[in-house]
């Protein structure tokens, strides 16, 4: 078993537990390789020394065999390890180190559990849908795979229109500062905060939230994943934003964005007897009294 490390320097980290995190890697004998930022912070924070054969830069090695993507921060940080793994449908487990986490759902004191659950192939996953964005002018498209969410959104502080389509069907031009299309995964991040709804993981479909939209009437939708969804940008300054999870790209007035649901889908380690509705209850304090 390969155990994929990955972290972002800007995470919070304890020493404590990168410490057990590398210990319980040699007393499980599980192979590993770590990228290059986690192993500056890894050596600086412990004096654990890692070896520059498991150092990887870019792209995730692979080995071949079976393999779990470890990511060691929050949910901005596990977004950005997905994507060295160039679509594999290798398993991905996070350990929490943020503050709100709905991705990176085992805390770091879970992480003894974590990999023996690993060692005992007792992983549960669940799959996740993937979004395909293709964006850019006609012959210029560029391809892009989210996990959360793609957006169109203002750039400076003028308005924007964004015309969207569903399988060639217009729904309506929002005006106001974007809109947002969400999956399932990514209703409880940006999507949440404009007003969208909280979606199970399980459901098969995709939101779409407007973006302070200037018509009050303007509310989310909800349509199946099977959809394809086109995005048309009218913009009166130079260019708006895609942001595709947390990528960031330009957009011309009259650009497209067409946005279907990906073949390859995310296999996300859950914790062991916590479901997303514990999740839910838990992250969002729902049940909590105040009152005292």
């Known amino acids: 078993m390969n155990i994929i490390l990955f972290s972002r320097r800007q995470s919070a980290h304890s020493p404590s537990q990168i410490a057990s995190l590398f210990e319980a ?32 830069r870019g792209q995730a090695p692979s080995t071949g065999g079976d393999e779990v993507m470890i990511c060691y921060g929050g949910d901005g940080t596990l977004l950005d390890g997905i994507h060295r793994l160039a679509r594999r449908d290798t398993p991905v487990a996070g350990i929490n180190s943020g503050r709100l986490g709905f991705l990176t759902e085992n805390n770091g004191e879970g992480i003894d559990s974590l990999m023996e659950r690993i060692a ?25 795979h989210a996990l959360n ?9 003028t308005m924007i229109s964004v015309e969207a389509y569903v399988d060639g069907e217009m729904i309506a031009t929002y005006y106001g500062d974007g809109v947002i299309v969400a999956t399932p995964t990514g209703s409880t991040a940006y999507s949440l905060s404009a007003g969208g709804p909280i979606v199970s993981p399980s459901c098969r479909c995709l939101l779409l ?17 099977s959809s394809t969804i086109e995005l048309v940008l009218r913009s009166r300054s130079q260019s708006a934003l ?18 279907t649901c990906d ?15 514990d999740t839910l209850r838990n992250k969002m304090m729902w049940g909590v009294d105040r009152r005292d």
């Open 149 to 157: 969410e793609t957006a169109i959104q203002r750039r400076g502080a």
């Open 25 to 56: 890697i040699g007393r499980y004998g599980f192979d590993y390789s770590i990228n290059e930022e986690f192993a500056d912070v890894a050596t600086s924070l412990t004096g654990i020394v890692v070896p520059a054969e498991r150092i990887y």
């Open 242 to 259: 895609l942001s595709v999870d947390n990528r960031v790209d330009s957009l011309d007035d009259g650009d497209r964005v067409r946005i």
């Open 263 to 277: 073949g390859q889908r995310l296999f996300l380690a859950t914790p062991h007897n916590n479901s997303f509705y």
């Open 209 to 225: 939230s407007p973006l302070a939209p200037h018509n009050l009437t303007m509310r989310p939708v909800v349509i199946p994943d």
């Open 120 to 144: 005992r192939g007792q992983l549960h996953c669940e799959p996740r849908t993937m979004l395909r964005v293709e964006s850019g002018a006609a012959g210029t498209q560029e391809v892009h």
